[in-house]
């Protein structure tokens, strides 16, 4: 079983980053997906979801309207697209199976 993000890096304020996941060795379509971070010293906190369909998803307050969770079952991905970023952003971004699986994270900053 596995989950690899990818997508991270270094990013101005404002600019926009597309995060994917990629999942093996379960079947990822019968798994709501959700996203996570976890900043620096900070808990990890949730951040979206998305229902295994991908008709159904919800967003923590701090990201609502800027970011958007999407999947493609066929590709047995999950994307993050992000927008309008923020230095607070700035974390570790980690995919989660809800229920089973979690990702080893891709780091995202956002700095001038």
């Known amino acids: 079983v596995q989950l690899v993000e990818s997508g991270g890096g270094l990013v101005q304020p404002g600019g926009s980053l597309r995060l994917s996941c990629a999942a093996s060795?379960?079947?990822?379509?019968?798994?709501?997906m959700r996203w996570y971070r976890q900043a620096p010293g900070k808990e990890r906190v949730f951040i979206a979801h998305?229902?295994?369909?991908?008709?159904?998803?919800y967003y923590a307050d701090s990201v609502k309207g800027r970011f958007t969770i999407s999947r493609d079952n066929a590709k047995n991905s999950v994307y993050l697209e992000m927008n309008s970023l923020k230095p607070e952003d700035t974390a570790v971004y980690y995919c989660?199976?809800?229920?089973?699986?979690w990702g080893q994270g891709t780091q995202v900053t956002v700095s001038s």
């Open positions: 989660h199976a809800l229920g089973g699986y």
């Open positions: 060795g379960f079947t990822f379509s019968r798994y709501n």
């Open positions: 998305i229902s295994s369909g991908g008709g159904s998803t």
